[in-house]
């Protein structure tokens, strides 16, 4: 399962009932960007999560394509999203706190260090590979972007 499977919409019950309809917990859920995160959804809202459901719509969703929501760039942001949250020292708790705040989501931080885990075993692969073919500036990318994870 994707980190972005295990982002949930922080007060739900409350932004359904607000809403008036009913989503998925998950913020990537299809229903969830199309019903919560698609626009449609502003007016119903308190001042505060609008602004919020916004920020996420304009960071998360804002590309051209045409099967957007669904093409697959609104989960890629969002992990390159919380690498930056990493690289910038952040531990998983305070990673939930910073998204909470930012865009009224939050994950368990246990799937966050889980995800930060297999971040590093995966830019592990890639660095050796790229070393076995040579290609050493592909090898030094992985290498910095692994070390900024682990935070060295
Ligand atoms: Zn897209």
Do not use: W
Request: charged fraction near 30%; glycine fraction near 8%; aromatic fraction near 10%.
């Amino acid at each position: 399962m994707a980190v972005t499977d295990k982002i949930y919409v922080k007060n739900h019950r409350q932004v359904v009932s607000q809403l008036d309809v009913n989503f998925p917990k998950g913020a990537f859920s299809g229903a969830t960007l199309d019903v919560l995160f698609g626009g449609g959804a502003l007016e119903a809202l308190d001042d505060a999560t609008a602004e919020r459901v916004l920020e996420f719509s304009k960071d998360f969703l804002d590309c051209d394509c045409q099967s957007n929501p669904y093409c697959g760039h609104p989960e890629r942001k969002f992990v390159a999203y919380l690498l930056d949250l990493r690289a910038q020292g952040l531990t998983p708790e305070s990673m939930v706190d910073v998204m909470s705040d930012d865009y009224m989501v939050y994950a368990y931080p246990g799937d966050l260090y889980g995800f930060l885990d297999d971040a590093v075993r995966t830019l592990d692969a890639v660095e050796d590979l790229a070393h076995v073919d040579g290609r050493n500036e592909a090898a030094r990318r992985a290498a910095t972007a692994r070390d900024e994870i682990e935070g060295r």
